[in-house]
């Protein structure tokens, strides 16, 4: 008997509704320095494909968005991050189902920020999706280890 070991991304099943596809998958795209994007690019490039990550979970190409504003630009706070400011203000909405990352735990700069977003995505029934998995906020089974 062979025993197949199942990827994050395929233990969605329940997670993702029709009205999630419906709205936007948006991939937010950071690196804190030019250095960063210079000497990491195998990063960068796994973060602008998560934008195939996305049309394999089913949205359309149309549906995805990438916030890359802030590649490159070390950042203290929301208001020098105006690619954050976009994230924030899309997810609050109702305009978006799914936000990607490759790190999400660094996602945002500070706890404020990243307790902001989850309360957004929790408010809204945006999903969040990591390369281990796909996450929703309300949820108490939803084990995150962020923040």
Same mark, same amino acid.
């Given at each position: 008997?062979?025993?197949?070991?199942?990827?994050?991304?395929?233990?969605?099943?329940?997670?993702?509704?029709p009205?999630?596809?419906?709205?936007?998958?948006?991939? =937010? !795209?950071?690196?804190?320095?030019?250095?960063? !994007?210079?000497?990491?690019?195998?990063?960068?490039?796994?973060? =602008?494909?998560?934008?195939?990550?996305?049309?394999?979970?089913?949205?359309?190409?149309?549906?995805?968005? !990438?916030?890359?504003?802030?590649?490159?630009?070390?950042?203290? @706070?929301?208001?020098?991050?105006p690619?954050?400011?976009?994230? !924030?203000?899309?997810? @609050?909405?109702?305009?978006?189902?799914?936000?990607?990352g490759?790190?999400?735990?660094?996602?945002?700069r500070?706890?404020?920020e990243?307790?902001?977003l989850?309360?957004? *995505?929790?408010?809204s029934?945006?999903l969040?999706?990591?390369?281990?998995?796909? =996450?929703?906020?309300?949820?108490?089974?939803?084990? *995150? *280890?962020?923040?």
């Amino acid at each position: 008997m062979s025993t197949t070991a199942t990827a994050p991304w395929d233990r969605i099943e329940g997670k993702i509704q029709p009205w999630h596809r419906d709205r936007l998958a948006v991939i =937010y !795209v950071r690196q804190s320095t030019p250095q960063q !994007v210079l000497h990491h690019a195998e990063s960068t490039r796994l973060q =602008y494909g998560l934008t195939q990550r996305a049309v394999d979970l089913g949205w359309a190409v149309s549906r995805v968005l !990438v916030i890359d504003e802030d590649l490159g630009h070390s950042a203290s @706070g929301m208001e020098a991050r105006p690619g954050f400011q976009r994230l !924030v203000s899309e997810v @609050g909405p109702d305009h978006v189902g799914l936000v990607l990352g490759v790190e999400m735990s660094r996602l945002a700069r500070s706890g404020r920020e990243w307790h902001q977003l989850l309360e957004l *995505c929790a408010l809204s029934g945006a999903l969040l999706a990591d390369p281990d998995g796909i =996450y929703d906020p309300p949820t108490t089974t939803t084990r *995150c *280890c962020w923040g």
